[in-house]
């Protein structure tokens, strides 16, 4: 019993330190960069290829989740004592061994992939370490996370490339499909709704005009993709719908970000506005016409993470 009950802690702390609740929303952020890029060739997805690539971001994230405690063990320890490494539960060392070793395999399964996912998958490790290392006082911060989302969806689109067009030799079309209008819109809109969501978390209040930019930062893929969307059912109701639910998402973040001087008002929005993630890309999959699977995936991974979110803590 004694030692059932050690595992299941030291599995917590596992948990915990990779912000596990989370991944959901990386997941369809891979689902819906190999739905942009795919929707350029016409050729159905692979499952197996899109579950192996979900793996190696998913790798990639807790990577970037054990990093940041280990790189911030020591304003922990005066700020959140109760964080794994200042409290004791684990030493500083293994969770940079583990960090580093999950980035090590997100690029290794990458690799089967070819050269540009390998190159992207490298991008990402380096944004990952360079956020990790540089974020504290770094007034930029928010613009390096918000990269690290936005490459999610080009190592998506250059892996969906190698695999779509079935040939060994890497395909010259797959740096032009990384560079076209539709992957950089999408990506655009992913770093813009994780830049606006952690500026507006780093505002004192909302209740000031000159503390409310980050709004428009966050309102940005709504704008984007606004324009771009149906304006009747019979066009396309889906990808309306998605619109509306992103709306509806931010909107109560925003709400609790105004009521910040309640306690845990701040860690709710920003966990909303993470879990929301998930109906960005759904909206992304519906415009690229991506289907009602696809986009029940999203659904269902922003549901996903708002429970786990009550049990693994996102933040």
Partial sequence: MNTLVMNNSRMSIYLRLGRVSNLPTVWT????????????????LSLMHTLLVMLAISAFYCAGMYLNDAFDREIDARERPGRPIPSGQISAGAVFAIGFVLQVAGIAILSYYGTWAIVCGCALAATILLYNVWHKGNPLSPLIMGLCRALVYFVAAASVMMVELNTAVEPPQTGIVLLNTTVVLAALAIWAHVVGLTYAAKQESLNRLGSLWPLL?????????????????DDGGLALLMLLALIVADVIAVRLLITRHLAGSVPKAVAQLIAATSLLDALVIAIAGGGLVAVAFCLGAFVLTRVLQRVIPGT
């Fill in 29 to 44: 952020n891979v689902l819906a960069g190999a739905i942009v890029a795919g929707s350029m060739t016409g050729r159905p």
């Fill in 217 to 233: 930062i966050l309102a940005l893929p709504v704008l984007l993709y606004g324009s771009r969307s149906v304006t009747s059912w």
